[in-house]
């Protein structure tokens, strides 16, 4: 006689698990933060929730106090975590308690009372003018992806937007007549961006050239377009991706042959420094790169300076 199947039922997730899955959705449909924002916070739970698991940890966020919170920051520590990422996942437990406390799962915040560990605020790396000269100018212009990948580079040191940003421009954002670029920010706040003579002409170029002929090529099964309102789109007529525009700005960084590592946000930074070494209002260079707190803008004024130091350094008979 056969015996009975063992029951495989699935084991029901614990309150903890469950309350992370509802900060989640909060933050996607309430607080509107991007896709990426929302996934960082859940990988930082997720490890905060493996950790508990592993170590016979509270399954109920009403478990949690300072002890268990902060055995769990000395976990993060041996594992190598460096104080910025510790930092970060402390970060992530406040706003996590904060909203157990507004929907009434405990009485206290048990993160309220931790400590942030001190952190040495990292200076953002920068090009110069000169290097995001040689940067700009690797494209060609006698093909399609040149004048797609030249417009690309142009708006983006123009605008000093983010990659995601970026990728996301549709053709309605850009108004020619206005020169200004419509940008849809961290938690889906809009704001208007001015766009040089040089990147205007570049992507009237590109519009004009290159992609209606991107537009029109077969993707590897034969397919055409598929991103009919994106504003960038690949040789295959699909919209640009964060990662693909990524790999280019790589390729013509090798080109333009600048020995050190390449990101879209390191045209960020550079878009700012420069402004602020122009003479730019830092109120203007906020509100240009979208921050909602004047206090990430100000980490460039320190750019600045140090610039600044190491020219007189360098150029000071008596320096």
């Not at 142009?154 to 940008?183: N, P």
């Not at 990662?243 to 960084?253: P, T």
């Not at 390449?262 to 045209?267: D, E, F, G």
Request: glycine share 6%; hydrophobic share 35%; net charge positive.
């Amino acid at each position: 006689m056969k015996s009975s199947p063992p029951d495989v039922s699935p084991i029901p997730p614990s309150a903890i698990e469950v309350q992370i899955r509802l900060f989640l959705r909060y933050l996607r449909l309430e607080r509107n933060m991007s896709h990426n924002t929302v996934t960082a916070y859940g990988r930082d739970l997720n490890r905060m929730l493996r950790h508990f698991n592993d170590t016979d940890g509270p399954t109920h966020p009403a478990g949690m106090n300072r002890d268990v919170l902060m055995d769990y920051l000395r976990a993060l520590r041996q594992d190598g975590l460096q104080p910025r990422s510790v930092a970060r996942h402390m970060s992530t437990l406040r706003s996590w308690c904060r909203f157990l406390v507004d929907r009434d799962v405990v009485e206290d915040n048990p993160a309220a009372v931790l400590d942030m560990p001190q952190t040495a605020r990292k200076l953002p790396e920068v090009l110069s003018r000169e290097e995001v000269d040689c940067l700009l100018k690797a494209p060609g212009l006698d093909t399609p992806r040149g004048m797609r990948d030249s417009a690309m580079l142009e708006t983006l040191y123009a605008t000093g937007t983010r990659v995601s940003e970026l990728v996301h421009l549709t053709l309605d954002d850009v108004d020619f007549d206005r020169g200004v670029v419509r940008c849809l920010g961290k938690g889906r706040k809009e704001r208007l961006v001015p766009i040089g003579e040089v990147a205007r002409e570049r992507l009237l170029l590109y519009l004009r050239e290159a992609r209606p002929f991107l537009v029109r090529s077969p993707d590897a099964r034969g397919r055409r377009g598929g991103a009919a309102a994106s504003l960038f789109i690949t040789s295959q007529g699909r919209a640009m991706s964060r990662q693909g525009f990524w790999k280019l700005l790589k390729r013509y960084a090798e080109r333009a042959g600048l020995d050190k590592p390449m990101s879209p946000h390191r045209l960020r930074h550079s878009f700012a420094t420069h402004l602020l070494a122009g003479g730019a209002d830092l109120r203007a260079v906020q509100a240009l790169l979208g921050h909602v707190d004047i206090g990430t803008t100000q980490i460039y004024t320190q750019v600045h300076r140090e610039k600044l130091r190491e020219i007189y350094d360098r150029t000071h008979p008596r320096a």
